[in-house]
């Protein structure tokens, strides 16, 4: 089984991310291996296990996303790639999904590849889907266990309606919820691997295609409005008049 | 002169921060109050192998090195000093005495099922009547031919009810020229017929582990499990120390941290009299106080670790480093309850947890007063480091991988 794990860089979800000057900024914060991702690292270990062969780690990103990378190789993938090029500037998901289906093929023989289901800075969940599109492989997102049969991959999707069961051939691309258990801590000795790991960096000439052109761009962002919000305690010698006053409150706010 | 931490130590501290603050934080409270040990935590630390950290992986450990070790009880005393005092017994007295002074036979016997966590070992030198007067021991064990035959008791031993194996050190020559050539120090199963142990209740810290004690009637210690030769027993007690008192230093370190990341906390929350108490200079002063105090601590413990990896003595710098940290510990949970005010003195906080689990540290591997006689001797020059038949081996990248 030949698993492939694309994994993104993105600010520690305790960071505040604000709008400064029409771009993005989270101040001092740590960037961190996107929390989605770590479960899709675990998932992919877990298929590993099960079946043998390999897990690679991808990143598409600058030379700090080898963090990410190699905190996926010291949980135990077997390794790790770097996708970066001065002209990759901007990508909307179109345009990395595009990056990502050349990555699938310049690797080759893939079964897997694995995403999170969403990532915590850009919060689309949509690249799984695109990705797939392109490769022309099925997408079988938002998987909360995945049973594979031969070349048969039969997947619970968990969403909030409820689930479904879905089967498809392999390859195939899937996105993954936190039913595969917490992922599991770096051993010491990925640690030491990941540590003395050279993680090579593929360029756009190594995929041999041009920058994709995004489709969708970010001209600026603002921060929302902020709110005043007034915080008032409601007291009464019983809970029965307490409720009587907070629905007499609500009514004549308009809530009710 | 290089001071940043390697990519693989930080990755090592992110990882044992992981584990102690999502598994043992969420439940360290109520363990505590209730005064008895996390019953799976040993155990989990050995899978994890944070209790082989340091140790080369053909004796069964992890292969990182002293640094590592220091930057691991960091993290785990920042959540609870128990975990830490794990480390100092098991991996620190026990584990590093054996790789130190253990013959290859031994290492292979003992310290590869402790350095996988497969066995818990502790250090057993205290007894009712002594501490740090180590040479004044009163266990005794005379030789009958392959075996020793142990008689006493050894008190205030962490983990003595949870340890499969102590190294312990008795007294075997009372005519001895010199009380401290009067020790020998022995490997023993604690499963062995004539070894009892027990629980002490009531500390004031460290609730949430376990301090007890050993007795022995007529143990018969096989000569196979004599560490060092006779009489060797009183250095390789104080190279215990030396390897002990690292993790102490480096754990209290982590205690400062987590009383001045509380204290931060809190201090920008709290008001009185309309503005966030860390506006006021009094509570900044003590803030200030907590955040040097935890750099000096920090600084310390890591040349220890760097000394350690270049198979330097360190026994001195050892000595600074525990005490200093340990103090500071104290002060620093003392600082933190008091920022906290009245919420400080409730355990509702975790604040007045960490001035209880400070205390002992103070007093247990060489007391602040043996610390500050140790120093003295060096400065006076009445005190200078001899060589070891046996030193602690530097740390090899190379090698520790075989
Ligand atoms: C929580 C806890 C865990 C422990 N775990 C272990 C363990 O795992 N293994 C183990 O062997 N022991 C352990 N101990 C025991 C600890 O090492 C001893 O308490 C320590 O060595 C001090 O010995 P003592 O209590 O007998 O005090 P004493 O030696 O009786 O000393 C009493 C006081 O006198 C001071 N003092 C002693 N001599 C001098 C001097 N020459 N000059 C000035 N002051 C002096 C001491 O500093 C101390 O303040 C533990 C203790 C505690 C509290
Ligand atoms: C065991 C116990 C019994 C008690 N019994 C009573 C009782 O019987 N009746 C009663 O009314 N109360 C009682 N209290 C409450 C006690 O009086 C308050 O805890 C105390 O007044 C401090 O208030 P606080 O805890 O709200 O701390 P805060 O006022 O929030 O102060 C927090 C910290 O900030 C410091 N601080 C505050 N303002 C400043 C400033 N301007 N500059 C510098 N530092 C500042 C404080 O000194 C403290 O260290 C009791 C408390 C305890 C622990």
């Not at chain 1, 694995?114 to 690249?127: N, V, Y």
């Not at chain 1, 799984?128 to 599109?133: G, H, K, S």
């Not at chain 2, 591997?365 to 200078?384: M, V």
Request: hydrophobic content about 40%.
């Amino acid at each position: 089984m030949k698993i492939i794990v694309f994994v993104k860089q993105v600010p520690d979800s305790a960071a505040k991310v604000t709008a400064e000057n029409g771009q993005a900024a989270w101040g001092e914060a740590p960037m961190v291996i996107n929390p989605w991702d770590e479960y899709a690292v675990e998932a992919a270990l877990q298929q590993k296990e099960a079946h043998g062969g390999t897990v690679t780690a991808i990143s598409i990103g600058s030379e700090n996303a080898k963090e990410a990378l190699k905190h996926a190789l010291a949980m135990g993938a077997d390794d790790a790639i770097l996708v970066s090029d001065p002209a990759l500037k901007n990508l909307d998901t179109q345009a990395i999904a595009r990056l990502l289906a050349a990555i699938v093929q310049k690797v080759g023989g893939v079964d897997m590849a694995f995403f999170g289901r969403q990532a915590i800075d850009g919060d689309s969940g949509l690249t799984p889907t695109q990705t797939a599109r392109i490769l022309g492989w099925p997408a079988l997102t938002l998987a909360a266990s995945i049973k594979v049969e031969g070349s048969t991959v039969t997947v619970e999707r968990s969403f909030e309606e409820g689930r479904q069961i879905v089967s498809a051939n392999l390859p195939a691309v899937f996105s993954l919820v936190k039913d595969f258990g917490e992922p599991r801590y770096p051993s010491f000795m990925g640690i030491r691997k990941a540590s003395r790991a050279e993680i090579p960096t593929w360029t756009l000439a190594d995929l041999g295609i041009a920058a994709p052109t995004p489709v969708v761009s970010w001209p600026t962002l603002i921060n929302p409005p902020s709110r005043e919000v007034k915080c008032e305690f409601i007291t009464g010698a019983s809970a029965q008049e307490i409720a009587e006053k907070l629905a007499d409150k609500l009514i004549a706010e308009k809530v009710l | 002169m290089d001071f940043s931490l390697s990519q693989e130590h930080q990755m090592v501290q992110k990882m044992v921060r992981d584990f102690a603050q999502k598994e043992i934080a969420p439940v360290i409270k109520e363990h505590d109050r209730k005064q008895e040990p996390i019953p799976w935590a040993i155990k989990r630390m050995g899978e994890l192998g944070i209790l082989g950290i340091c140790f080369p992986v053909r004796y069964g450990g992890q292969g990182m090195d002293y640094i590592s070790l220091g930057l691991a009880c960091e993290e785990l005393e920042a959540v609870d000093t128990t975990l830490r005092v794990v480390m100092s017994v098991h991996t620190g007295l026990c584990g590093m005495t054996l790789l130190q002074w253990g013959t290859e036979e031994q290492k292979q016997k003992f310290l590869v099922p402790i350095a996988r966590g497969e066995k818990i070992g502790a250090g057993a030198f205290t007894e009712p009547g002594m501490g740090s007067d180590v040479a004044a021991m009163q266990t005794t064990a005379r030789r009958e031919g392959d075996v020793y035959i142990l008689n006493g008791e050894k008190m205030w031993i962490s983990l003595a009810s949870k340890a499969d194996y102590a190294l312990v050190t008795v007294k075997t020559d009372p005519q001895a020229a010199r009380p401290s050539q009067a020790l020998t120090s022995f490997i023993v199963d604690l499963h062995s017929p004539g070894v009892k142990t027990g629980d002490l209740h009531g500390k004031l810290g460290v609730r949430a582990g376990s301090t007890g004690w050993i007795s022995f009637t007529d143990v018969r210690v096989p000569v196979e499990n004599r560490i060092g030769e006779e009489g060797e027993g009183f250095k390789i007690t104080m190279s215990a120390f030396d390897n002990g008192r690292y993790t102490v230093g480096a754990g209290a370190t982590g205690l400062i941290r987590a009383s001045l990341e509380a204290s931060i906390r809190y201090a920008q929350e709290r008001k009185t009299f309309g503005k966030p108490i860390a506006e006021y200079q009094l509570i900044q002063q003590k803030i200030a106080r907590m955040a040097q105090n935890y750099e000096i601590a920090r600084l310390l413990y890591l040349q220890v670790g760097w000394m350690k990896n270049q198979g330097l003595r360190s026994t001195l710098q050892t000595s600074y480093s525990k005490k200093f940290a340990t103090e500071a510990s104290f002060e620093a949970a003392h600082d933190a309850i008091q920022i906290h005010g009245a919420y400080g003195f409730s355990d509702e906080y975790d604040v007045e947890r960490y001035l209880r689990n400070a205390r002992g540290a103070i007093i247990y591997e060489g007391s602040s007063e043996i610390q500050t006689i140790i120093q003295a001797g060096y400065a006076l020059g009445q005190r200078s480091d001899r060589p070891l038949r046996c030193e602690l081996p530097a740390y090899d990248p190379d090698t520790w991988q075989e």
